[in-house]
């Protein structure tokens, strides 16, 4: 067996390197056991995400504590979930704690571990024992007291390991929950096969594929998962970094806990990276634009993580990004999962429909100077997003805002093809807003209904061409602002009073579909269009858009009962990822015929 004296930055990069991989191969297995403190199953994909963070952005330096400053940093820029930042924040703690010694000897190493495990408590706004941090600690102290007794590293990590796997068993008996599902906690898991993979590149002087983890006498089948009314108090997983200059943590700490559990704030007096589990994302991200400039916005919905891995309605997952429009409570009943576009106002980000509202989007569109910025979401983001939900449904069909008027769709086809083995239907929804939100909610209860894969692709892609959107547009104020019109055409529009009704073409372009000079005349142009349709064949759905106008959708909603006989399925605010280009004011009617 090799025998370790010294750890330099090279040696200490490679050995982190070889933990993460180990915890990326144990993912799915940590996914499944994951029941505290809440069973979201996406404990092995945070833990996974954050390793592959800190694989990537860390630099191996010769110096040891330039390496873990680097290494910290990448943690906490990439650190996702309450278990991804508490080995954040462990990490952090190191890079304090360490000296300026260009190697680090088990004296000096047991040391620094021992005070950086305060570190990660500190930034735990109510530890829990019999979770990662137990098993954290008690590793820690087993180094720190093994410290002086042997001068290799193997030998110190085998002895101290042994101590992290006795740690990890006793989580079942320290928390309730764990002992009535029947699992070990799955942060503390993960962070036993970091310390696998250490262990064995330390010792064979190679990577390990897959990890060994501890023996456990359960199978995944004898899991019990506690109900969904009994363990999602919050709805929402927040997360998001805070940059600046002399952040106050403790004080962002008091903030963060404030609205929710579960919170953890870590970080240094530069970046400090925030999780906790609310129900209100919106109102925390408005408290905390005082105490930094808030990047990297995450929103998880639990209640569908839930969903998705013990309680799914259908084999199959529906998924749309948040340019789809349908009320909160059809996406609750058909299980619909949405994955947002990210939004700015200047240095100040959103992510559409999560951490804003759009009644709150459009009141401060109409007075700030700034006109926001939209963007898609990451590479990195979507293939989070489907990798977690194909690993929970046997196949997923995908519906994007149409390629017209976004790059998304392109930008997820690449996405998609790197996803291998997983059957994953991406479709152009050749539509916008309600146009597409009509087309989701027709598949998803097709899903829930039982239909295959291929029944809800065939039958998306012969509504998707009887499927009209048709735009009531107010003012070309917000397509000047926004660059769609240049200013010049935009003081000819104003100054003829121009109302132009936007539609999308076959190949969801959008085109003018007429202009007026009065509102009324646009919505008689309109109405004529609607019942050309109704004419030609039976109308399916339809529903109602309006961007910050609902009396207006309103006359819309009356007028278009009389004329169909029946009422709209749904009256909407539209969402601000398509009301920045439509304006205030502005209504829509959505129409999807055929049968």
């Not at 989701?440 to 012969?462: K, T, Y």
């Amino acid at each position: 067996m090799l025998k370790i004296r010294y750890l330099n930055g090279k040696r200490l990069y490679q050995a982190v390197l070889a933990g993460g991989d180990a915890v990326i191969q144990d993912q799915a297995y940590l996914n499944k056991i994951n029941v505290f403190p809440v069973p979201d199953a996406d404990t092995g994909t945070n833990l996974a995400t954050t390793m592959r963070a800190i694989a990537e952005g860390t630099r191996s330096l010769p110096s040891i504590k330039a390496t873990l400053k680097s290494m910290a940093n990448a943690a906490l820029g990439g650190a996702r979930g309450n278990s991804g930042l508490i080995f954040a924040q462990f990490i952090h703690g190191m890079s304090k704690e360490i000296g300026s010694e260009s190697h680090l000897t088990t004296r000096s190493f047991g040391e620094s571990v021992s005070r950086a495990v305060q570190h990660a408590y500190r930034a735990i706004a109510a530890p829990v024992e019999g979770t990662m941090i137990t098993v954290i600690r008690e590793w820690a102290e087993a180094v720190y007291r093994n410290r002086m007794k042997t001068a290799d590293f193997v030998e110190l990590w085998t002895e101290s390991l042994a101590v992290a796997r006795q740690s990890l068993r006793e989580t079942t008996q320290k928390l309730q929950v764990l002992a009535r599902a029947g699992v070990v906690d799955a942060g503390a898991k993960g962070f036993v096969d970091f310390l696998e993979g250490v262990l064995h590149f330390m010792s064979k002087g190679r990577m390990t594929r897959g990890a060994a983890g501890v023996e456990s006498s359960w199978t995944l089948e004898e899991i019990k998962t506690p109900s969904k009314d009994k363990c999602l108090e919050f709805r929402y997983c927040a997360e998001a970094l805070l940059t600046g200059t002399a952040l106050d943590a403790d004080g962002i700490r008091d903030v963060v806990r404030g609205f929710g559990d579960s919170a953890v704030v870590a970080g240094s007096e530069e970046r400090v990276r925030l999780h906790v589990h609310t129900n209100a994302p919106q109102e925390l991200f408005q408290a905390l634009k005082n105490w930094g400039t808030v990047t990297q916005i995450k929103v998880d919905d639990m209640r569908r993580q839930y969903e998705a891995a013990h309680a799914p309605k259908a084999k199959i997952g529906i998924v749309a990004d948040s340019a789809c429009d349908l009320p909160q409570d059809i996406l609750d009943d058909l299980q619909i999962h949405v994955l947002p576009f990210p939004f700015s106002f200047g240095e100040q980000q959103f992510l559409d429909k999560l951490t804003i509202r759009p009644h709150q989007f459009y009141e401060i569109l109409k007075t700030s100077s700034v006109h926001p910025k939209t963007a898609q979401p990451g590479q990195r983001v979507v293939l989070n997003f489907l990798s977690y939900l194909a690993s929970h449904y046997e196949s997923l069909v995908f519906l994007t805002v149409s390629g017209k008027l976004s790059g998304f769709y392109d930008a997820c086809r690449r996405t998609v093809a790197e996803l291998t083995g997983k059957k994953i239907a991406l479709i152009d929804s050749r539509n916008i807003s309600a146009g597409t939100g009509l087309t989701v909610a027709r598949a998803a209860a097709m899903a829930a209904a039982g239909a295959s894969h291929d029944e809800i692709v065939a039958g998306i892609e012969s509504w998707i061409p009887r499927t009209k959107f048709f735009v009531d547009v107010d003012t070309m104020k917000y397509f000047v602002r926004g660059g769609r019109v240049s200013a010049a055409q935009g003081m000819i529009g104003g100054i003829l009073h121009v109302k132009p009704i936007l539609m999308l073409d076959e190949e969801g372009r959008a085109v003018t579909g007429g202009k007026s000079f009065s509102r009324a005349a646009n919505m008689a142009k309109i109405l004529r269009k609607v019942r050309a349709v109704a004419a030609a064949d039976p109308i399916h759905g339809y529903a109602v858009v309006h961007v910050h106008n609902r009396p207006r959708a309103d006359i819309y909603a009356r007028k278009l009962s009389a004329l169909l006989g029946r009422a709209p399925d749904f009256i909407i605010d539209a969402a601000p990822v398509i009301g920045v280009h439509a304006g205030i004011g502005a209504v829509a009617v959505a129409l999807q015929s055929g049968a």
